[in-house]
């Protein structure tokens, strides 16, 4: 199915990705941010908060921004 | 659900078409050697001011050579998405996205308002603190025509909290109102491109709300103190400081002159500390670090037609 996967770290991603039925959202962030904890990022669902067991269904939009964003 | 605000339908419609008008290319397509430049003149420096055991300055231009250093990372990853988007254009947001993407913002940050004829949209933060010193709530104003553009937003302190060790600084990353957006600064180019407000303003909360003690226009340790010199490390009185207009430190009256110069450059008149004023290596002459450019050509010049 397809989803609107956004990260806010570094340069940025927001496109649609193809994820397999029945990923939660734990999984696709582990699959997604590889060197990084979730309590790090500010993890959203259709621009709300999800838990880490949320099923994500067909057109969900999933955001995850870093807490700690430094600036210079 | 929300009531149907027309109002905010004909904004994200302006919106609609102010970002489809986007060049897709507005990142720079050349790498910017001035990140390069700015990294070998910092290393000249170091050299310098080590020679002179300076260590206080020493461990600054430390910083600011890391500073650098990572800008031209920056420069390199927005060389990187300059050629990748040439390929991969992102979807354009259409009137209705933009519009759920305002209301959206706007439940986010609940105090937030947009003005239409200014084409200004406004967010609230929150109030922050940061190592125990309270910054207030900060507005961050977003100017819709100059999206595109330099200087498109302000980051505004409602009740400032003004460093009392250096001048303009409401919040340890904001000088006269503009963010240094730091690690930010990719992803919001990224966000603002694709309409993404939410998470434009959100990133800049996140920014807000993080203490880069490497890397601050001040340090919040000196945040209600006297000034410290940023070339020897004294503690001394506004009275007795000189402000860098290059560097924006401050310094004793001892380091803000030095054996060749005098407090002011002598080709912009722009004061400048021992720091930031630099000599040409060819004719010995001085001038603070944007003037040296032009000083180096005229050089150059001279060169030639000898």
Redesign the interface.
Known sequence: MKILY?N????????HIEIQDGTTVAQLFSQRVTNGKPSDY?IRVN?QPAASDQLLLPGDRV?F???????? | MHRFDRLLWRLAGRLETRLARLDPQTIPEHLDHSSWLAARHLESQLTEISARHWAVALDYLVVRFE?TM??LQRNL??L??SVSSRFSQ?ELARQRQLYEELQ?TF??FPDSTFDLRQQTLTVVTEPITLDEISLGRFQIVLNLEKLGKKATYRVVAESPNFSESRRGVSH??VLDEV??????Q??????LR?G?F??FF??IV???N?Y?SH??YASLSEWESHYTCHACGDSVSEDDSSYCDTCHASTCDHCSTCDHCSTCCPHCGDSACDICIQHCEQCGESACMACLKEVHKACAAVAQTV
């Open positions: 956004v806010n770290d570094g340069g940025g991603f927001a496109d500010l621009r955001t921004t870093p807490v700690k964003i430094e600036g210079a | 500073f990572r800008q990853e927005q990187q998405l992102p959206a439940d986010s340890p990353h963010l240094c957006e730091g690690d930010a990719a992803s919001l180019a990224c966000a694709t993404r939410s998470d959100q990133i996140q920014v807000l993080t880069n890397s601050a």
